[in-house]
């Protein structure tokens, strides 16, 4: 029996195929680009980093051979997310990374409610999914299309 994991990163998406005594059997990794086109924003193309996935996933399936593949795993990024079209799973949105800082805006506005919040105002730093849903400019993403 052997096993499975795919570790899709920040810069990369990296797998390893071990046996069922812990022995790794194959690794490989292939790195994507993040793209900073605005002060404060770190994307990458989700497309890329899915067919990365797929990719590696395939490999460590065929280098397994005959030996059954009894478990697979997948670690993904932090606070990371996109935003897709409900139809086809499309993304309509870039990969944001937990790097991204765009919504350092919406962070101050709910600054005052800090008190109120509690423990629940972590939720509301930049690198947090509630922060960018915030910052996101839901008219010219295409994310209202998307929806419909």
Sequence with gaps: MNYIVIDQGTSSTKAFLFNAHGQFLHTNKIKHELYRPKQFHVESDPSIILNAIKLLFQEMVQT??????????????????LFWEKKTCKPVTPALS????????????FKEFEEIMGNDRHSFKCPFRRTKVLALDAKGSGIEEAHK
């Design 98 to 109: 937990w790097q991204d800082s765009r919504a350092y805006k919406v962070v101050e506005e």
């Design 64 to 81: 397994s051979g005959k030996t059954e593949i009894h478990r697979a795993g997948l670690a993904v990024q932090r606070s990371t997310f």
